[in-house]
């Protein structure tokens, strides 16, 4: 698992960890993200596409010497470009996603595993003190930073997350069933960084119906299913989280938990 945190000064997309050196790279743009000009020991981006998988491939290499490197870390990339399908035509529906939330100016605000038309949809609408997006692509990374540079990015899994944010008091799961946990270490994972009275929203925008024909698609990805009414409200209280509001219809699946600190 790597983890990466992508810093908030627009001066870099590339993570700050101790192998990159400090040099300027340029910043990705969707028709330039194939890689960055190197320049002595600057660390560069190549991606590649497979025509059958649709997988992009990030790796990370030096352009120093052999002799010179330092180490080499290669990022598999998951195709999520159905995340952005999703949003299609939904707006609404995103609309009713983010308002569950009651994001206001003084919120700090996570979003775990979402498209970049969610976040696109959530900086508009919903000015806040801290946005911070996790998410296992570090492209859907790299093209939201490179929009928002106030935006925090951070390459990992959820549970994995710094404490360095906490707390959050907004946090929504978009894309749930993309993560390789159980329920019950999620929400054990969000009582740890959450503040009292936070609100987790976790939502599909095609329901379960859209979900199904995902995973049949993107197995790789969708490795879980949205968990029923009573399956969350049990798990939740474990944790001190209570569901507020609980919508499972064909076409949008929204639930709403609030946490009460103990």
Known sequence: MHSLSFPSSSSTLIPSLSVF?????KKLTRLQSHYLSPKPKLLSFST????????????ISS????????????FHEKDWSFLESMDSEQNQKLEKIIK??????SSRVLVSISSEGFVDRLVESSPCQLLLIVHDSLFVLACVKEKYDKVKCWQGELIYVPEKWSPIDVVFLY???ALPFGLDEVFKTLSQCCSSGARVVISHPQGREG??????????????DLPDDSTLRSVAKKHSFELTQFVDEQGLYLAVLKFSKQ
């Not at 050196?21 to 790279?25: A, D, V």
């Not at 352009?63 to 290669?74: K, L």
């Not at 569950?100 to 100016?105: H, I, K």
């Not at 979900?211 to 879980?224: A, G, P, T, Y």
């Open 21 to 25: 050196n400090s040099s300027k790279p």
């Open 48 to 59: 590649k596409q497979s025509d059958v998988s649709r997988q992009r491939a990030f790796s």
């Open 63 to 74: 352009s120093s010497p052999p002799e010179e490197t330092v180490s080499m870390v290669d």
């Open 100 to 105: 569950a939330g009651e994001v206001t100016e």
């Open 175 to 177: 894309f749930l069933p």
């Open 211 to 224: 979900l199904k024909q995902q995973r049949k698609e993107f197995s790789d990805v969708v490795v879980s």
